[in-house]
């Protein structure tokens, strides 16, 4: 799903090409992408882009007369972009929604069969007020709100950064190159950090989201980004079971739950304890190793 830093480069090219310009006309392909229309698509066309706005991980775009299309990408929503004046092709039938401007259109596409992507069209700021999870800012927010935002709450430290209600925009992706930044176990308990722990995992929040919107800015160049993904070779850890990590070479580790993972390293990170993997640890039982050491010795003999 697309975080923080791909949504504001995304926002970024959107802007660069569509600011001042008229929307021409807005269709929607797919019955499951529109979930209310208060205004309508038609009611929509004509309007001059005025405001682009991100809440958490939805894209907002603002037209005159207080007008709003929300777009939520999910996970396999990507967006794209066709200028008129390079004579590209036209966005193809599968796009599940067209916003065509007076240069350009803008194209949304959802890989596989699940249509989780979501459109809504609004009016005024209440209207948008309602689609804006509440999370801290967290590139904005001073320390010691960050901590009042920690310690709201008795989680884990992976859930309450991927909570969109405590932080804005952090994601299964971006929150487990954080804690691989700041040392900090994914399970240790918000309640049990120490002040000096809040302050790394505020210092490395704000250092590894920033170094990768310039790093999507660097790569996008002066294109539109069309390489949106979770999974990058530059990180750390997430995405690398079993592979090292990049600070002392041991291999990365995961817990999986549901649909989601979570990698991290055991040496850096744990202080050498595997974490149960509820994918594996319910099968070995009492066999599951303690340490990655014994881990990997397990899976030497098999």
Known sequence: MPELPDITVYLEAIESRTAGQRLVSLRVRSPFLLRTFKPTPEEMAGRRLVGLRRLGKRLAFGFEGDFWAVL??????????????????????QSLAVLEFENG????????TKR?????????????????P??????????????????????????ALTDPHLFSGIGNAYSDEILHAAKLSPVAMTTSLKPEQVSTLFRSTGEVLRLWI?????????????KVTAFRPEMAVHGKFRQPCPACGTPIQRIVHSANETNYCPKCQTG???LADRALSPLLRK???ATVEAWEAM????
């Open 72 to 93: 939520h990408l999910m996970i396999a929503g990507r967006l794209h972009w066709f200028a008129k004046a390079q004579d590209r092709a036209k966005p193809s039938a």
């Open 287 to 289: 066999d599951w190793p």
């Open 116 to 132: 989780r992507a979501s459109l809504h069209l609004v009016a005024g700021e209440a209207g948008l007020g309602e689609h804006q």
């Open 134 to 159: 509440g999370g801290l800012e967290v590139l904005e927010c001073s320390e010691e709100a960050f901590e009042q935002a920690i310690r709201s709450e008795r989680h884990t430290l992976k859930r």
């Open 105 to 112: 259109w803008l194209s949304l596409t959802e890989a596989g």
């Open 214 to 226: 310039e790093r999507l800015r660097q790569e996008a160049g002066q294109g539109f980004p069309e």
């Open 272 to 274: 050498g304890k595997l």
């Open 299 to 302: 899976r030497a003999k098999r």
